[in-house]
């Protein structure tokens, strides 16, 4: 039981390009987040998706888009990478809008830096 | 609008001595309280929550904290801290909604204890 995975842990691109964020989790949870962390910020929700097939723009979603690919896998692609998007990014699970309490379980990130 | 605020960036306590790390929490309704724990280059792990019933919550690793309402706080607490337990700690708050949409989980901006040897 690997729990919520990610893939890449590092990346660096240049400004313009594009990538995307890689999320899976085993634990048939059916709702999924992607946060970004920035230093003195905490942890700010850029999407999620609340069950198979739907998705919902959280706090920071410009410049994002996600993909509810399956139950078990939600991607995050930058289309055009900006120095701004510089960050730690993290994806979450949940038991879903059924679950009494929710607690949130995370991936252990991805580090991104766009020059 | 919910949001969580941890007045202190920085926590340093000696080995063997009490921690307390703040969180004060702004919602209307009733809240849901979290408290993760992050060590270096790794995600957040779940500590502990308060979702009703008793006041003191214990969670991981000899962790607990108390709900106060009045006060609307939720201080993470362990009796004695160990040197292991130097971290970012981060309190999250919600408030139980009951359609189906997800349950957005608000962050504080972090605490980060170093306990001293």
């Known amino acids: 039981n690997a729990g919520v995975t990610q893939t890449p842990k590092f990346q660096v691109l240049k400004t313009g390009q594009s990538m995307t964020l890689q999320c899976a989790q085993d634990?048939?949870?059916?709702?999924m987040y992607w946060y970004r962390q920035d230093p003195g910020m905490g942890l700010r929700l850029i999407y999620y998706?609340?069950?198979?097939?739907?998705?919902d723009k959280g706090e920071v979603p410009n410049g994002y888009n996600v993909s509810r690919l399956n139950k078990r896998e939600f991607s995050l692609r930058l289309e055009s990478a900006a120095p701004s998007q510089t960050s730690v990014y993290f994806c979450?699970?949940?038991?879903?809008?059924?679950?009494?309490?929710?607690?949130?379980?995370f991936g252990p990130g991805t580090r991104l830096t766009v020059l | 609008a919910q949001s969580v605020a941890q007045p202190e960036d920085q926590v340093n306590v000696a080995e063997g001595n009490p921690l307390t790390v703040k969180c004060t929490y702004s919602?209307?309704?009733?809240?849901?309280l979290f408290w993760y724990v992050q060590y270096p280059n790794r995600g957040l792990q779940f500590l502990l929550k308060?979702?009703?019933?008793?006041?003191l919550v214990k969670g991981s690793y000899g962790f607990e904290a108390e709900f106060n309402k009045s006060q609307t706080s939720f201080h993470l607490k362990k009796p004695s801290a160990l040197v292991s337990d130097s971290a970012l700690y981060f309190c999250?708050?919600?408030?139980?909604?009951?359609?189906?949409?997800?349950?957005?989980?608000?962050f504080g901006s972090g605490t980060q204890l170093t306990v001293l040897p």
């Open positions: 979450a699970s949940s038991v879903g809008p059924r679950g009494s309490t929710d607690t949130q379980y």
């Open positions: 634990m048939n949870h059916n709702s």
């Open positions: 998706s609340a069950s198979e097939g739907t998705t």
């Open positions: 919602v209307s309704g009733n809240p849901y």
């Open positions: 308060y979702i009703t019933g008793d006041n």
């Open positions: 999250a708050v919600r408030v139980p909604i009951s359609s189906g949409s997800a349950r957005q989980l608000t």
